[in-house]
DNA sequence: CTCCCAATTGCAAACGTTTGCGTAACCTTT
DNA sequence: AAAGGTTACGCAAACGTTTGCAATTGGGAG
């Protein structure tokens, strides 16, 4: 007993009146009479009657949804990202069409086929980090698509977007440590190639130059990320000639590697030797032996504000000029937070 | 310069061809002849048409969309699942609408009328853990549209779900310490209104009285999962007369909680007292003191599932019967993973 | 040369809405 | 009482596609 929709057709011949006058009722337009819009109204009730979405999407040309392509769901970073749109969405109405490439940029492009595809009203996409073409994206402009891009952003110009700048987050954290008497302050820094990497340096050497101590660029390590890597880039650190009594590191994951192997080197952490990290991850509440702040980067944040800038250039596009004005680029600073103390 | 997207009636315009001529040609149907069909395909191609989606899902009925509602996106265990639905909806060319009710009955019921009036072809849900009435999603089944739970799963009959089993995880686990040499063992569970205390309390008795050790009840407590009631419950058990050697947590939350108090007791973790819990967080591979195992519930696993059988339902739906002759009850049975030794 | 069938293609309805425009009926004003 | 103005509603097109059926053509068979 499958029960089909109504529809306003339905209620119009019910009613002995038109399908307009019933469309029109139900949107209380001006020009119909109160007896026949209440009438409408109570048929709609009873009838249980709820307008075929697919149906306007197809008249309004519009679809109030939004796609989302970010690389991997399952990270805590963009699971929260994606909460926070979401939720800003929701609140507009909006609904979440969404979507992860894997950082693969084949599937990437692909994506944004199918978005375009869905008629998608906008795009919030943060990029894989393998994706050296941002063409795919570029072409939804032609089709009146706005994109707006947070965190991961590609380096091209006249784009909209948010993204978190790590420098002054990563001087506070480098000031933080300083304040608190360190002198030598090791750094654990991401792969040359990312973005992220350079701003954290140059935070770095900021930080201490303001305050007139000199940087030695032996304290500044790479590494690649992974555990194997991060236990070497201690290592080389500690054997450095002067040994660092803090460490900053490229993000928690590299922080909590670091701290297990010092703790295994008999290391007291945060006593002997004090950790900074960014945040990237929500968990640093259960643990033990957690670096002493973080840099947050507000994924919520800034899902949110991407959301609200999309959604901002939804309601103001078609007014006029073809070409907005100005592009939005929002940075988020990054914010030094001390992590609770574990007393 | 915004560009119009291609239209089948353009391209039949320039073509002086009908539409349904078009369309035909660009759907390989045998009743058109080659040159044309290869005619019409050339010029689509080079003028980049893409069907309008909307259009097809007004006329079809369909939407190639599956809707995904569960609490809250920014938990480990459901981006995780939110992953694998969204991996395996896209293998079948299913887009996924997500939205998350954030445990909020009211807003769950909203979310089903936006889902439903979307016209998504399916539904996939993890109930919030407040929803007391399940009518907005029976609902549904007047509209055709096929429902599959997972994890959190409403007790009524006749629905298709996916679950994980606490029981035989639990005795996994409680057979593993005692074959660890424990005796006494204690367990801090879930408040009792969660069906899956109920499932872990059976699966510590079964344990214990096929192993012929007699149950103890006062080794059983209950706790709010909130870090001061975990900290209750750990010294509540540490107490008691026969003190546990080992625990088993409700959650790796409440593992954390307790590990990390246990510390502050000077208690050698997973050596004067040990501890298993149930996988809901990854990040165990960062820690120093870490559950010795872990239950794993297999949250990729069971958005997987949940996925496949919603497009099986999808496929199979309107073969003849109304009533689907049976209903998809997959039980995916927990199983403890010994977490990595950390040597 | 006529008839029939197959191969192509076009017509038009349908999916459920929205909306510009036209048109009755009614009311007011002089 | 006629003109003008509201008020309340209907008609029909439009959104872009699919699809049952009709229509056209061509060719081969009788």
Do not use: W
């Amino acid at each position: 007993m499958q029960t089909k929709p109504t529809t306003i057709k339905e209620i119009a011949q019910i009613l002995g009146i038109s399908v307009s006058t019933v469309s029109r009722a139900l949107h209380d337009h001006p020009s119909i009479g109160l007896t026949t819009r209440a009438k409408v109204k109570k048929l709609a009730g009873e009838l249980n009657y709820e307008p075929n979405q697919t149906a306007i999407f197809l008249q309004k040309g519009k679809t109030l949804t939004i796609g989302v392509i970010l690389p991997e769901l399952s990270e805590a970073f963009f699971s929260s990202a994606i909460s926070a749109i979401e939720d800003t969405a929701y609140k507009k109405n909006y609904t979440v069409l969404l979507a992860q490439s894997h950082d693969d940029e084949q599937k990437e492009k692909q994506l944004v086929e199918k978005m375009k595809n869905h008629r998608v009203d906008g795009l919030l996409v943060s990029v894989g980090k393998n994706t050296s073409s941002y063409q795919h994206f570029e072409n939804l402009k032609k089709y009146n698509i706005p994109v707006v891009y947070f965190d991961r952003i590609p380096s091209i110009p006249n784009i909209h977007y948010v993204a978190c700048n790590m420098e002054i987050g990563t001087i506070e954290a480098v000031s933080y440590l300083l304040k608190k008497g360190h002198r030598a302050i090791g750094m654990i820094n991401g792969p040359q190639t990312m973005v992220a990497t350079g701003e954290r340096k140059e935070g770095y050497i900021k930080a201490m130059t303001k305050n007139r101590l000199k940087y030695d660029p032996s304290l500044i390590v790479s590494c690649d990320l992974t555990e194997e890597g991060t236990k070497k880039a201690l290592d080389e650190l500690l054997a450095s000639k002067r040994k660092p009594t803090a460490i900053v590191t490229f993000n928690d994951y590299v922080a909590l590697f670091a701290i297990k192997h010092a703790v295994k080197l008999n290391i007291k952490v945060n006593k002997d030797l004090e950790f900074v990290s960014y945040a990237n991850l929500p968990l640093i509440n259960y643990m033990e032996n957690i670096p002493a702040a973080s840099v947050e980067q507000f994924p919520y944040l800034q899902g949110q504000k991407a959301t609200d800038i999309l959604m901002d250039l939804l309601h103001h596009q078609g007014t006029g000029g073809n070409e907005p004005s100005a592009f939005y680029k929002v940075i988020i600073e990054s914010q030094l937070v001390e992590n609770k103390k574990q007393d």
